[in-house]
Structure formats: structure tokens, C-alpha cells
Nanobody, 123 residues
Framework: QVQLVESGGGLVQAGGSLRLSCAAS????????MGWFRQAPGKEREFVAAIKWSGGSTYYADSVKGRFTISRDNVKNTVYLQMISLKLDDTAVYYCAGSRTNFYTPIREPDCWGQGTEVTVSS
């Protein structure tokens, strides 16, 4: 399994932008489908976005389509989540996750998780 470490969270005003990064250890990163989930206070964790191992396909929750972009760099063993036009409802702890198998069609529990990075959107 890969070990995942997120970074890039913080406090941002509504309408602002933020980019999250997830650094993976291990030589098999390029074989992993990767994604982002989030958990807002008092709510269940939800799927945000995913990207195929090759980077050729991406998937998004309806709530973030057009605002969030997931990408990956298999040389740097890193997956990114670019977030623009942030809303108050985007406030959550964001988790990087990965799996050797497809976990996004349909949504399933990935095998590997990071520790999370907190994003707070203020008005």
C-alpha cells in the first residue's frame, strides 16, 4: 500500500482558491486510482473527486463540478485538488485516498487514506 500525506489546507474567503496536494510514498503510486473525499462538521464523509491511475479520466461530485479539478503527477507521486470559487459549504476536512481498484464508479471505500487536511471557507 501507499502512504498518503495531504497538505495545502487552510483558511480562505468565499470565492477564493486553494490547492491541496497529496504526496504518496511507494513505487506503485502510478498503479493507484486516486481521489479526494471530505467530511464537514457533523456530516458523513463524502466523495469529491477521483482520477484514474493513468490520469486519463476524472470524476467529480455534482457539488464541485466546474469548480474543482483533480490532477496527478506520477513522476512526483503526487495528486492535486485545485479548488476555485470556494463556498462556505466546502468547509471540511479533505482526505486523499487511493486504491488499486476502481472506487468511484460506483463510489466505494478506497484502500488507503491520508490523515486529512482542513479547509475552512469564511464569509
Amino acid at each position: 500500500q501507499v502512504q498518503l500525506v495531504e497538505s495545502g489546507g487552510g483558511l480562505v474567503q468565499a470565492g477564493g482558491s486553494l490547492r491541496l496536494s497529496c504526496a504518496a510514498s511507494g513505487r506503485t503510486f502510478s498503479m493507484y486510482h486516486m481521489g479526494w473525499f471530505r467530511q464537514a462538521p457533523g456530516k458523513e464523509r463524502e466523495f469529491v473527486a477521483a482520477i484514474k491511475w493513468s490520469g486519463g479520466s476524472t470524476y467529480y461530485a455534482d457539488s464541485v463540478k466546474g469548480r474543482f479539478t483533480i490532477s496527478r503527477d506520477n513522476v512526483k507521486n503526487t495528486v492535486y485538488l485545485q479548488m476555485i470559487s470556494l463556498k462556505l459549504d466546502d468547509t471540511a476536512v479533505y482526505y486523499c485516498a487511493g486504491s488499486r481498484t476502481n472506487f468511484y464508479t460506483p463510489i466505494r471505500e478506497p484502500d488507503c487514506w491520508g490523515q486529512g487536511t482542513e479547509v475552512t471557507v469564511s464569509s
